[in-house]
């Protein structure tokens, strides 16, 4: 068999931040979430033994994990669910639920309505496809060329603190919608006023699918470009930044590639650089492989297995069979 | 289970130019096409007879069919092969055959140096993937706004004959640079003069996994923007094109769902809508979905079933035991 070719820095951070869907995922140690015969997410089994002391809620299975059927609508689902976690956030013996939030993201199958809502510290332990929205601020400057502004996240904060990251970002809450939250995010974090935010253009989406000690993120991120003029610095003012920063190009790759920055936000910033003309087939040998590696089939990984089923209620024991052989 | 929600119009066309990717690959009819143990292909029934009377080239197995192994390199591989397929050229009973080019197309495993090549108009009875470049030509119209060419094909044309089509493409072949076959088909098929196809940017790819009468189509387009200037004019000069368009989006909108458009050059038409703040999270309720059918994972489709023997020599028994379950 021939040599395999070098593997380009970007595809090594593609990878990366693919960890799950490359690796755990075919490992095949999780067990699959189910709600209302749907896949909604996958449980480690360092986790699993936590949810097995709670059978009146979770069916534990030698195949998959269930939430109760008896659960009538999305409101009985969401209570007994935030029940259990309150109780093990009480024991504090799960390090993401020292991180709670007191905020809810929605739970659903891709294409079916919202099946019920779950605390967004909790959200890594189930797997749950987490949405969230990030602006790239940038500005055309007459010497440097085109710059991006970054910004170092707070050392106080749960995740990745100290981290420099994307300008602004943040979770789809439910009730926001996807640009409602850009203009928040862009004023609470950047101190972007309304009409700075109202320029910002929507320009597609990155999906990849990350793990890490604390759990699982299969995320899937909505991003805005925003122009912004040479004179505007952002400013902080929900403490969860502690400085921002105008980089050139050359200067964000450095940033990109440092241990400093965090990997799960790489995704938007390969994406920006691409969509500018500044990674390019010619410059980059495993371009196509990287942007597929920004756009990795989340919505189809808890749903194909069903699709033999697609007209009946898919049952948990013949979805979890396929699943393991994928 | 929760009744599913509607499905959008592009989410439709998706799915469509996906139709091989989302379904004809699960029912596991078609057989890997193996070449030096790497998966590059996959042969459906109706022309796996044709190959079983060549087994001095081509390996038919219950599982696979395999390019015999002890061919020694990339000129044998590339001759045995183009031996067969001229044979069954001269016996004129496979219609893509009929289209022959002259032109070869590589034939690789991702991340690894090319194992061969193969006359174009072949690749699709083989399932190869398929590379090609794309440009959209593009417009900021002082009344109409944003606008974009198109190009009506040629009703002489071997595959979509008198469809509409993106202003300019083309296969990469053997020996050609991907900005190179950029500039030399925006030349052939619009007369794009140097200096103006040296502004085009690049902005990305897109890739989906069409099945058609003809055969199996897994293609990735490397995707070019252009700027035009009002008064330039593009003008065919090799008889591949009938007539050129200018239209509005709206206009581009109606054109992309019109049973005239070919089907597998919507992909950059989406792409370039998303890209642009068109297509937003917000007027497209399935937009993350459609972003990942722009990027199906065409480099794993044929890789995955290889993970767990990384380091050795795949044998394509297990393989398709694998791919089958898939």
Redesign the interface.
């Known amino acids: ?5 070098d ?1 380009s820095r970007l595809l090594r951070l593609a990878r990366q931040f693919n960890c799950f869907y490359l690796h755990g995922l ?1 490992r095949g140690e999780c067990k699959p979430f189910i709600v ?3 896949q909604v997410g996958l449980v480690r089994s360092d986790f699993l033994k936590h949810l097995s002391r709670y059978p009146e809620v979770f069916h534990v299975s030698g195949k998959c994990v269930e939430l109760n059927p008896a659960f009538r609508d999305y409101r009985e689902r969401t209570i007994k669910v935030a029940d259990v976690l309150q109780k093990l956030k009480l024991e504090d013996c799960l390090s993401p639920l020292r991180g709670w939030r007191d905020e809810c993201y929605a739970v659903s199958a ?4 919202d ?1 019920f809502e779950m605390e967004r510290s909790a959200t890594c332990l189930f797997g749950i496809q987490k ?1 969230g929205v990030t602006i790239n601020g940038y500005v055309k400057h007459p010497t440097k060329g085109l710059c991006i502004w970054f910004q170092q996240r707070s050392n106080t904060k749960q995740t990745w603190p100290g981290k420099w990251d994307n300008m602004v970002g943040g979770g789809l809450s439910v009730g926001f ?3 409602e939250t850009a203009v928040k995010e862009a004023a609470e974090e950047a101190s972007v006023p309304p009409n700075l935010a109202s320029t910002m ?5 990155v ?1 990849f699918y990350f793990e890490s000690e604390r759990g699982l993120f299969p995320n ?1 991120e ?1 991003i805005y470009d925003m122009e912004l003029p040479i004179d505007f610095i952002p400013d902080n003012s929900d403490g969860e930044v502690q400085s921002f920063e105008l980089l050139t190009i050359s200067e964000s790759l450095d940033m990109l590639f440092s241990p400093s920055f965090k990997t799960t936000s790489a995704p938007v910033v390969i994406d920006f650089l ?4 500044l990674i ?3 410059n980059e040998p ?4 990287l ?2 590696l ?7 990984i808890y749903k ?1 297995p069903f ?1 033999k089923q697609e007209n009946g ?1 898919p049952d948990a024991e013949s979805h979890y069979t ?1 699943f393991t ?2």
């Open positions: 068999m021939a040599e395999a070719m593997v075919h209302e015969g749907h891709p294409g079916y309505p099946l949405y919608g996807i640009l253009k929507p320009v597609g989406c999906s899937t909505f691409i969509r500018w003309g390019t087939p010619d495993n371009y196509a492989e942007v597929e920004l756009h990795v089939p989340l919505r189809s194909l699709h209620r396929n052989k994928l």
